[in-house]
């Protein structure tokens, strides 16, 4: 059964950090691209970062500078480093795996879905 478990949010101030993370089980997760979308009240959801089988990472306008998204094969665990957090930040963010291996954010389009940890950023 595939699973996916994110983790780490919380509350922070404008400028603040977070490190999210999401572990994965019960299927072959380095064959999977990875990505991670954010989804707030009244708006679709919205991708965020991607990073490919191949390390290839993709990146939203909105976040590119500030977010870094990595993976450990091993750990079987994605993780999604948020620096220089802003207001318009604040979302539900999702961890997604897809089996098209070399996807993008633009391109994904996700298998399988985790439950979503919030992410509040507070000025």
């Known amino acids: 059964q595939v699973q996916l478990v994110e983790s780490g949010g919380g509350s922070v101030q404008v400028g603040g950090s977070l490190r999210l993370s999401c572990a994965a089980s019960?299927?072959?997760?380095?064959?999977?691209?990875m990505g991670w979308f954010r989804q707030t009240p009244g708006k679709g959801r919205e991708g965020v970062a991607s990073?490919?089988?191949?390390?290839?990472?993709s990146y939203a306008d909105s976040v590119k500078g500030r977010f870094t998204i990595s993976r450990d094969n091993a750990k079987k665990t994605l993780y999604l480093q948020m620096n220089s957090l802003k207001p318009e930040d604040t979302a539900m963010y999702y961890c997604?795996?897809?089996?098209?291996?070399?996807?993008?954010?633009?391109?994904?389009?996700?298998?399988?879905w985790g439950q979503g940890t919030r992410v509040t950023v507070s000025s």
């Open positions: 019960g299927y072959t997760y380095s064959r999977y691209c």
């Open positions: 990073i490919a089988t191949d390390g290839t990472t």
């Open positions: 997604a795996a897809d089996a098209w291996e070399l996807g993008t954010i633009a391109t994904m389009s996700p298998d399988c």
